[in-house]
């Protein structure tokens, strides 16, 4: 479950952070004159990160487009979100233990290396549910179900 501090703060950031942040469509006013808002997505409210793991930025007015009607987006470089919190924009991930531990030990050996190599891919080691009464089922990688 996503951390209800995460759910229900940290939407402000009041000032773009340029010394900190990359910047995707940009627009013709420049990005320190308005409020920006973290990017979340729309089903979960999760906080929308990149393949490695670094939150997202758009502005507070959703009027601030370029001329193809594209919204800017900035990448914060060094603000990172894992977890039931983060949902990396394009590839959303099931919200259980496994992932979240995957992204901990891919985010921390990033970290050490500095960012070197391609960004986190979750490998799916299966999923299981006890049943109760001695009884579970397993769903695997490879999609197949083993009951017992």
């Known amino acids: 479950m996503m951390n209800p501090f995460v759910q229900q703060a940290l939407d402000d950031v009041h000032i773009y952070p340029s010394t900190s942040a990359t910047l995707k469509n940009p627009i013709s006013i420049p990005p320190t004159s308005g409020e920006w808002i973290l990017k979340r997505d729309a089903k979960?409210?999760?906080?929308?990160?990149?393949?490695?793991?670094?939150?997202k930025l758009i502005p507070r007015s959703s009027a601030t487009?370029?001329?193809?009607?594209?919204?800017?987006?900035?990448?914060?470089?060094?603000?990172?979100?894992?977890?039931?919190?983060?949902?990396?924009?394009?590839?959303?991930?099931?919200?259980?233990?496994?992932?979240?531990?995957?992204?901990?030990?891919?985010?921390?050996?990033?970290?050490?290396?500095?960012?070197?190599?391609?960004?986190?891919?979750?490998r799916n080691l299966g999923v299981m549910t006890y049943l109760g009464d001695m009884r579970a089922i397993m769903q695997t990688g490879g999609n197949t179900e083993i009951k017992g």
Do not use: Y
């Open 44 to 55: 979960t409210g999760g906080l929308l990160v990149d393949d490695h793991f670094r939150t």
């Open 65 to 122: 487009r370029d001329m193809k009607g594209r919204m800017p987006v900035a990448t914060m470089q060094n603000v990172f979100a894992i977890g039931d919190v983060s949902v990396i924009e394009g590839n959303p991930l099931p919200a259980t233990a496994q992932v979240a531990n995957q992204e901990a030990k891919w985010l921390g050996r990033a970290l050490n290396k500095g960012f070197t190599g391609p960004g986190f891919t979750f």
